[in-house]
Nanobody, 124 residues
Framework: QVQLVESGGGLVQAGGSLRLSCALS????????MGWFRQVPGKEREFVAR????????YVEDSVKGRFTISRVNAENTVYLQMNSLEPEDTAIYFC?????????????????WGQGTQVTVSS
């Protein structure tokens, strides 16, 4: 089994930055592609970004492209989401997730393991 723990969320003013971290542990550890998703009450979980197993390929949702960057350092068993130029619309609980190869990388159903989430609140 794989355990994921997010950290780095908090309260920030519009235009500010946060860096989220996702620490992985367990038997299989970093043998997975990783994704970041976010969710607000009453809405479906939304894809944010994905990084391949060894970090060579990344995908970022259009709404955050140019502001958010996903990366991973496998030797540290950690995946990051750097968030710049934050907007109030970015307010959500952010989840990291682990999954295998798939063409449908933006679908949360394609991921096998999830963290508990970390709250990001952007004030106007």
């Amino acid at each position: 089994q794989v355990q994921l723990v997010e950290s780095g969320g908090g309260l920030v003013q519009a235009g500010g930055s946060l860096r989220l971290s996702c620490a992985l542990s367990g038997r299989t550890n970093m043998d997975y592609a990783m994704g970041w998703f976010r969710q607000v009450p009453g809405k479906e979980r939304e894809f944010v970004a994905r990084v391949s197993r060894y970090g060579r390929i990344t995908y970022v949702e259009d709404s955050v492209k140019g502001r958010f960057t996903i990366s991973r350092v496998n030797a540290e068993n950690t995946v990051y989401l750097q968030m710049n130029s934050l907007e109030p619309e970015d307010t959500a609980i952010y989840f990291c997730a682990a999954g295998g190869y798939t063409l449908y990388y933006s679908d949360p159903r394609e991921y096998d393991y999830w963290g508990q989430g970390t709250q990001v609140t952007v004030s106007s």
